[in-house]
């Protein structure tokens, strides 16, 4: 099946009784291609988690639609008809370990195959799965998830959604709040099965080195609207217009664009370290000459 994403001319309206209702989203149109992995960017505000959470199904377009294969959300989409397209994307929400709530971790984790449906056996199957691909020891399943460490907790919660079988996996800030360990840990996990699984991968995220690190598009939200769409080097080659909407450069980009201010000619498009380095060395052997 093919699980591009289409969003046509999507707008979403918040009324909140008042005579000035606000429109978190206005007229998106967006393709999100098979297999992909998308960063989603914007300042607090911008309308990037009601943007994810319309493609989970979780609010439904004032106006415009959105389309997965097979599946249409539209306006007057029955919420009846929801409950199998949200099992096919699914979503993890920022600080997820804050949603657990059951005795041990293998029931936490069967909660969602057992809420739409599978057997007890096929249910502790799919959690057992679940848990090896997070890097979850199987001596864990009986233990409490509130004795885990927070990076256990928050593979604990990104297991209990992958129990369910999604094919597009939606992620809301995942390493918010942990160390950098275990930030490295769980953006590395996500990647893996973005690669292992053909998995489309939509990341909303702050962290501009993972954005370069490991997106093939990168989409741009500002006041509820998507104002740029591209690769890393596309988006992050204008620092200007970056500062222009609030949203800050990647480490390497950041490190060159300060050096250029201070009159020194590095390219501000430098992906990773090495790049960066290679062009700080250039730079050096130019003003000895």
């Not at 690669?195 to 490991?214: E, F």
């Not at 050096?259 to 000619?265: E, M, N, R, W």
């Amino acid at each position: 099946m093919d699980n591009t994403i289409k969003i046509d001319h999507l707008s979403h309206l918040y009324d909140d009784g008042s005579n000035n209702p606000v429109y978190a989203l206005k007229d998106v149109t967006l393709t999100i291609k098979d297999n992909s992995y998308v960063s989603i960017i914007g300042h607090t505000g911008s309308g990037k988690s009601t943007l994810v959470q319309h493609i989970n199904a979780l609010l439904k377009p004032t106006t415009g639609e959105l389309s997965v294969g097979d599946f249409k959300i539209e306006p007057k989409t029955s919420n009846k008809n929801l409950k199998k397209f949200r099992q096919h994307v699914g979503m993890v929400f920022q600080f997820p370990e804050k949603q657990l709530f059951e005795e041990t971790v293998i029931k936490d984790i069967m909660f969602g195959p057992l809420n739409y449906g599978k057997s007890e056996s096929v249910a502790e199957q799919l959690a057992l799965e679940a848990m090896d691909l997070v890097g979850l020891d199987s001596k864990l399943a009986e233990k409490s998830p509130f004795d885990l460490s927070g990076g256990q907790k928050r593979r604990v919660a990104m297991a209990g959604v992958l129990a369910m079988q999604p094919e597009i996996l939606i992620l809301d800030e995942p390493t918010a709040g942990l160390d950098p360990k275990s930030h490295r840990e769980i953006m590395d996990l996500i990647y893996r099965m973005h690669i292992d699984r053909q998995m489309t991968i939509i990341l909303v995220t702050h962290q501009m080195d993972d954005v370069v690190q490991y997106s093939d598009q990168v989409v741009v939200m500002d006041h509820g609207e998507v104002v740029k769409v591209g690769n890393s080097t596309e988006i992050f080659n204008d620092p200007q217009w970056l500062i222009q909407h609030q949203l800050a450069l990647p480490s390497n980009a950041e490190f060159a664009y300060r050096l250029s201010q201070a009159g020194y000619q590095v390219p501000g498009n430098l992906d990773n370290i090495w790049q960066l380095a290679k062009a700080i060395i250039e730079v050096g052997e130019v003003d000895h000459e």
